[in-house]
């Protein structure tokens, strides 16, 4: 399995230099095409008004659709400066609401990558794709950007694990990654340490080193699952988190919300999978 396209999603208000300087960091290690996205939201609807307050209601819309054009030019600009040269790059620009032109354009690629905006809180949802919608609708894996980074560091992983769909199906999806990493750590929270604990930890293990890729395993007991995941990755320092996007449990703000906001401005990448 090998990353051949990456598909980068850069919103209309993100500091793009840097989203952009890192993906194609990301594509050039695993020698991946990439393929730059911005969506302009052309959907600025009208008043139901009449007269001079139309007329200057129709200018408003004007100017941000001009304002949008813009920018979104101007990243575009910047996409093709950082690219070219570097990895083989196309640029993509649609018209529409964000999220779900990500989720469209996920055809294209292996892998997505995107900033998270304001962690996702859905309100800029007309100008930012959300990371939510588009890993829980896209099917692919999601890279989300560590707030700054210029370079994508993933030379220590962690691994969150839970005996679940969406987390064997995110270490499966993060395997390319896995193999150029220095150190993996596996590690699961629970209460008390069972038996079936053991034995899961110990296939997700063997399977990783089918691969080729070594993995050491943690286990942390807590009675709180989310506070004893975020302590053990506090004291970690990883580079990268890899975890299932588990949409239906209380890791939902973990994956989504507040926490993600806090990794990504400590300089921490994430990986998810559905």
């Keep these: 399995m090998a990353y051949k396209t990456i598909l980068l999603n850069i919103n209309i208000d993100s500091d793009a230099q840097p989203l952009i300087s890192a993906a194609v960091d990301l594509a050039k290690q695993h020698d991946a095409k990439l393929i730059g ?29 001009d304002d949008l054009d813009r920018s979104s030019r101007q990243i575009q600009a910047a996409f093709d400066q950082l690219s070219t040269g570097h990895v083989k790059a196309e640029w993509r620009r649609t018209f529409g609401d964000p999220s779900q032109a990500v989720v469209e354009l996920s055809r294209t690629a292996d892998l997505i990558v995107m900033p998270a905006p304001e962690a996702a809180s859905g309100s800029k949802a007309h100008r930012s794709a959300l990371p939510g919608d588009v890993v829980l609708r896209s099917g692919r894996p999601l890279v989300l950007l560590a707030e700054g980074a210029k370079h994508f560091a993933a030379k220590k992983i962690v691994i969150a694990w839970k005996d679940t769909r969406e987390a064997r199906r995110a270490i499966s999806d993060a395997i390319p990654i896995l193999t150029l990493a220095d150190e993996i750590i596996i590690v699961t929270v629970t209460s008390a340490v069972r038996r079936s604990d053991r034995e899961s930890m110990e296939d997700v293990r063997a399977f990783l080193g089918g691969h080729g890729i070594n993995a050491e395993l943690k286990f942390v007991e ?30 939902r703000e973990w994956v989504f919300g507040g926490i993600t906001r806090t990794l990504l401005a400590s300089s921490i990448n994430r990986f998810m999978s559905y």
Excluded: N, Q, W
């Design 37 to 65: 996205h911005c969506s302009v939201c052309a959907d600025l609807y009208l008043p139901a008004t009449h007269g001079e307050a139309l007329i200057l209601a129709a200018k408003v819309r004007d100017r941000i659709l």
């Design 222 to 251: 807590s009675s709180d699952e989310y506070i004893g995941l975020m302590d053990f990755i506090d004291g970690s320092f990883p580079d990268l988190v890899v975890s299932g996007a588990y949409g239906h449990t209380r890791l």
